[in-house]
C-alpha cells in the first residue's frame, strides 16, 4: 500500500456493527464483561479504546512500524520515552532542540539522575565520541526546531546499534510523508501529533511508534500505568486529519518554497534558515532522507533587532503569531520570546536562536496572499 492510500485506509477496519467507515468515537469509560475478565477486548478506557487503538494503528502504518501509542500531548509522549531509564543513565541530545523538550529533560529529568549531553549534530560521527557505558538514548530531531538543521538519521542510527543504544527521532517538523526514521534505523519515533498529523488547530496530541514489540510492550506498560492518555473526541480528531496529510503537506511543501525564495532575495532579511537551499548546511543530507523540505522555515533580519522582528511578527495579518504550527493556517512565532524562552539566553544564542529570529509555519493559503502579507509586514 502506497502512502497516500495509507493516510486513508493503513491500519483501519470499518466498524462491525453497523459498517461504518469512520471509526465511531467510543465516548465512554468502561466496557461491559460477562464474567470477571470476560470482555470483548475492551475494559477500561485508560488501558484501551477503540477509537484511540484505530488511530494508533493509523501512527503505525503511516511510519512504517508494527506499534502505534497515542498520549494527551507530544511532551507526554516524550516522558513515557524517558521513563525508560534510570538514574544514573546518560542521554545525548541535538543542541538545537524544541524549548519544551529542553525543559522536561532538565527540569524534570536531569533531577531523577539522568544526565544529559546537547550537542551539534551536524556531523553525526560527533555523537561517537559522547557515548559511553551509560548512554542509554540518542534524541534527534531533524530538521530542529527552529534552525532548521538537518540530521543523518542513518549515520546515528548505525553509530547507536554499534553501542546498543536507543535511537529516537523527533519527526514532527517533517512527517511521515516526507520522511520515515525507522526506515533509516531509528528505534522509537515522536509526533507532536498536534502539529501536521492533526493539521487543524483543533486538538492537543503526541505519538510513538516503533517495530519491535519488547520495546512497545514496555511503552503500552508506562502509557497505561502514568496515564498520559488521549480521549476518544481527539482520537477521532487526530484520525480525520491524517486521511488529508499527504495533500496538506504537498501544499505546505509548495508554499513553504515560494516564501524561503521570497525571503532569501528581500533586502531587510539576514539569513534564512530553510533546507532546500542548496547551501544550507546538510542539505544534500536531506534530500537524500527526505520526499521534500516541508513548510517550516526561520529568518533574521538585518542587525539581530529584536525591536524590528517583533515588530514584523505584530504587523503579519495572514501569519497569525501564535505558538505551534503544522496546522492549515499560517502561523509565526518569535522562539526567542515564544516556544524557546525556557532555554537560557546565553544557550540559544549558541545555537542561533537570537532575538531576531522569526519562525514561520507556512499554511495552505493561496501563495499570493501570503507573500502580500509578507511584504506589507517587512515594509
Not at 261 to 278: A, T
Not at 343 to 354: D, L, M, N, S
Request: net charge neutral.
Amino acid at each position: 500500500m502506497k502512502f497516500n492510500t495509507k493516510t486513508i485506509h493503513g491500519g483501519q477496519k470499518h466498524e462491525q456493527a453497523y459498517g461504518a467507515v469512520m471509526p465511531p468515537i467510543y465516548q465512554t469509560s468502561t466496557y461491559a464483561q460477562t464474567t470477571p475478565g470476560g470482555h470483548k477486548g475492551y475494559e477500561y478506557s485508560r488501558t484501551h479504546n477503540p477509537t484511540r487503538h484505530a488511530l494508533e494503528n493509523a501512527f503505525a502504518s503511516i511510519e512504517n512500524g508494527n506499534f502505534g501509542l497515542a498520549f494527551g500531548s507530544g511532551l507526554a509522549a516524550i516522558d513515557a520515552v524517558m521513563k525508560l531509564l534510570k538514574p544514573g543513565d546518560e542521554v545525548i541530545s541535538t543542541n538545537d532542540l524544541y524549548g519544551g523538550s529542553y525543559r522536561l529533560f532538565t527540569k524534570i529529568f536531569q533531577d531523577f539522575g539522568i544526565k544529559f549531553h546537547f550537542i551539534s549534530m551536524h556531523n553525526a560521527t560527533n555523537v561517537e565520541s559522547y557515548i559511553n557505558k551509560n548512554t542509554k538514548l540518542i534524541w534527534v530531531e531533524t530538521p530542529t526546531n527552529p534552525m532548521m538543521n538537518i540530521i543523518d538519521i542513518k549515520t546515528i542510527s548505525k553509530i547507536s546499534k554499534k553501542h546498543s543504544v536507543l535511537l529516537a527521532v523527533d519527526n514532527t517538523f517533517a512527517t511521515p510523508y516526507l520522511q520515515q526514521p525507522l526506515d533509516l534505523g531509528a528505534d522509537i519515533v515522536m509526533h507532536s501529533a498536534t502539529k501536521y498529523l492533526g493539521g487543524h488547530s483543533d486538538v492537543v496530541m503526541g505519538a510513538l511508534v516503533v517495530k519491535d514489540k519488547a520495546l512497545a510492550d514496555k511503552l503500552y506498560f508506562i502509557q497505561n500505568a502514568s496515564g498520559a492518555i488521549c480521549g476518544p473526541q481527539d482520537s477521532f480528531l487526530v484520525l480525520r486529519g491524517i486521511k488529508t496529510l499527504h495533500v496538506r503537506m504537498q501544499r505546505h511543501c509548495e508554499n513553504g518554497r515560494e516564501v524561503a525564495l521570497y525571503l532569501k532575495k528581500h533586502p531587510k532579511i539576514e539569513k534564512v534558515y530553510w533546507p532546500g537551499f542548496e547551501d544550507h548546511p546538510n542539505h544534500l543530507i536531506a534530500k537524500s532522507q527526505m520526499k521534500d523540505f516541508g513548510g517550516m522555515l526561520s529568518f533574521t533580519t538585518k542587525g539581530n533587532n529584536y525591536q524590528e522582528a517583533i515588530k514584523i511578527v505584530e504587523k503579519l495579518k495572514i501569519f497569525t503569531l501564535a505558538e505551534s504550527l503544522g496546522g492549515v493556517e499560517s502561523l509565526s512565532g518569535h522562539p526567542a520570546s515564544m516556544t524557546h524562552a525556557s532555554i537560557p539566553k546565553e544557550e540559544r544564542e549558541k545555537t542561533g536562536v537570537v532575538d531576531s529570529l522569526i519562525r514561520l509555519s507556512v499554511g495552505i493559503e493561496d501563495i499570493e496572499d501570503l507573500l502580500l502579507d509578507l511584504k506589507q509586514a517587512l515594509g
